[in-house]
């Protein structure tokens, strides 16, 4: 079957390190994986996805890796700050038309003034 | 910035009662869903819709939820006879591809 997993369940970090959040996946044929923040009270936020035909993809102090052969998914966040505090997701599209995302458990990145 | 919006924020039922989820997903975008988190668990997909029906859905989408869009701005998640396993953060989102945008979400609490 499909799963979508995170390796830590909590993270806690110094502000303005960087912090690097896992995700294992056992879907092999999925084409497209997303990662969102979630703040308390809200839904989740887009922060930047991948397609199965890349392994890297950069943003503005985000970067995720995707390595295919572990099946392995990872958010490096840049000089974290407070308002990264939030739990994160990892989300994957399986390629087989279907519209519908699969969402890991959730990792909670907790930064420390 | 368009976001997706969802009412109420908060909503107390008795077992039984019908509920209804109401959702305004970004003005352009054609595909929409549903999905639902229990508190402290995975956020878990109901409902795909596009083309004004469903596309696909979970098998937690059964006979007692519905999926409705009214006209052309709303998107309406209804459940017939709520259960006290409903209870749960219930979130409208919408897209035109990949990338799905999601609602802040409506609180379910079934009594």
């Known amino acids: 079957g499909e799963s979508v997993g995170l390796h830590l369940p909590t993270l806690s970090v110094q502000e303005g390190d960087n912090s690097i959040i896992n995700c294992a996946y056992s879907?092999?044929?999925?084409?497209?994986f997303i990662w969102y923040k979630q703040e308390s009270g809200k839904g989740p936020q887009f922060i930047i996805d991948?397609?199965?035909?890349?392994d890297k993809r950069q943003g503005q102090r985000v970067t995720v890796l995707l390595n295919k052969t572990v099946k392995h998914l990872s958010l490096q966040i840049a000089a974290t700050q407070p308002g990264d505090s939030a739990v994160y997701f990892c989300a994957e599209k399986p390629l087989d038309g279907s519209e519908k995302l699969v969402f890991g458990k959730g990792m909670k990145l907790t930064v420390n003034p | 910035e368009p976001e997706v919006t969802q009412t109420p924020s908060h909503q107390v039922t008795q077992m039984g009662q019908e509920v209804i989820l109401r959702c305004v997903p970004i003005?352009?975008?054609?595909?929409f869903y549903w999905y639902r988190q229990i508190l402290g668990q995975k956020v878990e997909f109901l409902v795909s819709f596009y083309n004004n029906e469903i596309s696909e859905k979970s098998e937690i989408f059964d006979d007692q939820f519905s999926v409705e869009r009214p006209d052309g701005s709303n998107f309406t998640l209804k459940i017939r006879s709520t259960k006290l396993e409903d209870s749960a953060m219930y979130f409208c989102a919408s897209s035109n591809r990949d990338e799905q945008y999601f609602g802040p979400g409506t609180r379910l609490t079934v009594t």
């Open positions: 991948i397609r199965s035909n890349m």
């Open positions: 003005s352009n975008h054609l595909y």
């Open positions: 879907n092999s044929a999925s084409d497209y």
